[in-house]
């Protein structure tokens, strides 16, 4: 693999932003697409338990009804793709065990030789429902920063957006009862020329402010 510059990776972050008007026009084609949902499934979590389930959402009568439950905002409709965030409510032993058996396969190994690792994750997904649902949503937004990343890294505008009504969603995706819910948005596309949000100064403090040499 070469690296990407230096440079090169400062400028795609300098260039992104939470783009609030999408281009309705353009969509991201299918190739591009495939890398941003290969940046989620590549996205790290804790004991590698990957607690989540991204729904993308394109179908347009769909969007319509979540629309409301976003509080109108126009990225529900305008993006490429809209990115539902899920995560396990709260993640189980069985899913330990699910991820344990995958650990297994792809890597050849014997199962028994996993039994300290399995341990390991077991004790992750059996925290008390509450701590276990907090801590499937924290995974969640490793992956989402991730796939905020890729997008910029490949030219893909995008928005993370917490604003919208966790439950209406989980209701219209049925996300209930596949054991998830929603945690986050990101609005996935290409930037309308006359989004104004496109050309201001990105405001941060310094990094003399937020970063602490010890």
């Not at 440079?7 to 026009?25: E, N």
């Not at 596949?178 to 310094?206: E, M, Q």
């Amino acid at each position: 693999m070469t690296p990407l510059a230096p440079s090169d990776a400062l400028a795609a972050l300098k260039w992104r932003y939470a783009t609030k008007k999408f281009d309705p026009a353009k969509t991201i084609p299918p190739d591009t697409w495939a890398v941003l949902e290969q940046a989620l499934v590549l996205s790290p979590s804790s004991t590698g338990l990957q607690p989540w389930r991204f729904v993308v959402v394109t179908d347009p009568e769909v969007r319509k009804r979540l629309h409301p439950a976003a509080y109108n905002q126009p990225q529900i409709l305008d993006c490429s793709h809209l990115v539902v965030f899920c995560g396990k409510t709260p993640p189980t032993v069985a899913d330990a065990d699910r991820h344990v058996a995958h650990t297994s396969r792809v890597r050849n190994v014997g199962p028994e030789t996993l039994e300290g690792f399995r341990k390991m994750v077991v004790g992750a997904a059996s925290r008390p429902p509450e701590q276990g649902t907090a801590w499937a949503a924290r995974q969640c937004y490793i992956a989402l920063g991730v796939f905020l990343t890729t997008a910029a890294m490949i030219g893909v505008d995008a928005c993370p957006m917490e604003g919208f009504d966790p439950a209406k969603f989980d209701e219209a995706l049925g996300l209930k009862a596949r054991g998830v819910g929603s945690i986050a948005l990101a609005a996935a596309g290409y930037r309308h020329p006359d989004d104004k949000y496109a050309h201001l100064p990105k405001v941060r403090f310094p990094a003399d402010e937020v970063i602490e040499q010890v």
